[in-house]
């Protein structure tokens, strides 16, 4: 056997948004995610300014979670899996954002859908903010730019905490919050912050500004969750994307430690309630006004996490370039290509030794327990006439990565908690609004131009996943 413990939490991500669809029903609002439009690999998703007639929203459907989830629960249930990790979507429980009380019908949803899960014994773990933001939020405060999200956010926090607190101990507040380190292309600030950008403005200024509030809405949250239930665990999402050098040279060395920085100072703030030395002689040397109050700080301080949750899927490089003085870190100008590693066909690059490695990152730094709340492999399945899908390639890149979790747990010491693999079922991808970048061990039956049965069948990765959990992580 291995040395994961007995009560490892094994089971599958995906978020509200991208699976539910049900996107009108219940009195739900319009959500960030369903203005964004198909797009495709390297070619980014249209973001409408609210929604267009006759356009592709894929997230409008998605794979019908909404109506199948019973069905949906129980073949999970059949793999064995011990939690499931989803969002709750915001615009459900408050579909402008603002509102003073919550929406009966959409916390009832996820009363049933919790209920579900517990019938079988599955521990739900629950994202906050997925991706989720109500986009009456952007159109009238300009999302997280403004403090008065804030609020809106803790407010729809406390009701769920409330609602659930005898269903859901696992939680989480917002995914992924470091995406938007990205800040030069449209993708992350608006799906992380509810960021629409106009000409002029300072678009790296603006996104610290929205994640600052974003931190001091989490921190206010956990304050509120723990007074709920002291037994709440509660964590941050971080996108765990090491950054190496792509040489030995001394400047690829540092450039690869400052590029860190500004993708991962989130967690230090987070983890230990402060900004990092090196952010704030950032912020001086650039001359940032940022509005950060002293009350802010004390909140920050009180509302720490109890565990770092983090998505794993790839690793990047980067190679200092002359000129670049302070070593200043442009993701979308600044990575290049690592020749030690394979590609996926959406160009990620494969790496399953950066999880052991990144899981020893975390552990050096914060000395927390650690949750990998998403790890997996994107790619085109073929259907079989039976139904089935031989997708002996998404084995080998999950086996490739448990080995190396369970070795950072056994040789490193790590502590783990669980592990929930990206998209257990199908549905449709963040990134590009693809369904047919597929993660998969339910195959679902529909294309991106929303054709199909909406069927669920089992892939042959379904069968593989069973027996891993079986064996806690023995017979890979
Ligand atoms: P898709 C970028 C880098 C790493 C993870 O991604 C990312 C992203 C943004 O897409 O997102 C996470 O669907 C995210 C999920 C998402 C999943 O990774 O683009 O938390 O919502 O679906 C996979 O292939």
Known sequence: MTRLPKDFLWGGAVAAHQLEGGWQEGGKGVSVADVMTLGGPGKPREITDGVVEGKNYPNHEAIDFYHRYKEDIALFAEMGFR????????SRIFPEGDEQEPNEAGLQFYDDLFDECLKYGIEPVVTLSHFELPF???????????????????????????????????????????????????????????????EGDDREQIMYQAAHYEL???????????????????????????????????????????????????????????????????????????????QDQVDLQKGTVDYIGFSYYMSFAVEYQKGNEHFEYDESRDLVRNEFVPVSDWGWQIDPEGLRYSMNWFTDHYRLPLFIVENGFGAIDVKEEDGTVDDLYRIDYLRAHIEQMIRAVEEDGVQLM??????????????????KKRYGFIYVDKDNEGQGTLDRSKKRSFEWYKQVIATNGAEL
């Open 418 to 435: 669980g592990y929930t693999p990206w998209g257990c079922i199908d549905l449709v991808s963040a990134s590009t609004g693809e369904m």
């Open 83 to 90: 939690c499931f990790r989803t969002s709750i979507a915001w």
């Open 216 to 294: 001091v809405a989490s921190a206010r949250a956990v304050q509120i969750g723990k007074t709920v239930n002291p037994d709440f665990e509660i964590g941050c999402m971080i996108a765990m994307v090491p950054i190496y050098p792509k040489t030995c040279k001394p400047k690829d060395i540092l450039m690869a430690q400052k590029a860190m920085e500004k993708r991962y100072y989130f967690t230090d703030v987070h983890v230990f309630g402060e900004y990092p030395r090196y952010m704030k002689t950032y912020f001086e040397r650039k001359e940032f006004e940022l509005d950060i109050t002293e």
């Open 136 to 198: 009456a939020l952007v159109k009238k405060y300009r999302g997280f730019t403004n403090r008065k999200t804030i609020d809106f956010f803790v407010r729809f926090a406390e009701v769920c905490f409330k609602r659930y607190k005898k269903k859901v101990k696992y939680w989480m507040t917002f995914n992924e919050i470091n995406n938007q380190a990205n800040y030069n292309e449209d993708f992350a600030p608006f799906t992380n912050s509810g960021i629409v950008y106009q």
